[in-house]
């Protein structure tokens, strides 16, 4: 069973004189269940005007576990 769990986010929008920028920042608890690295690539794929499916760009490296 897929347990789905939101985390409203608000999208920032900064205008400039010649250009905008908008940001949409992710939760801790997201980018740490994700165990984003920092500056790791990602691709944002539209799938509608509803849904935005982010894909990692590289596979997720397996953390080494601490011998017991």
């Not at 980018?31 to 539209?46: D, N, R, Y």
Request: cysteine-free.
């Amino acid at each position: 069973m897929t347990r789905h769990m939101g985390f409203p986010t608000k999208i920032q929008l900064i205008k400039r004189a010649k250009s905008e920028q908008w940001y949409i920042n992710f939760p801790s608890a997201i980018a740490q269940a994700m165990e984003f690295e920092k500056g790791e690539v990602v691709e944002w794929i539209i799938e509608d005007k509803e849904k935005m499916v982010l894909k990692r760009t590289a596979p997720v490296k397996k953390k080494r576990q601490a011998p017991t």
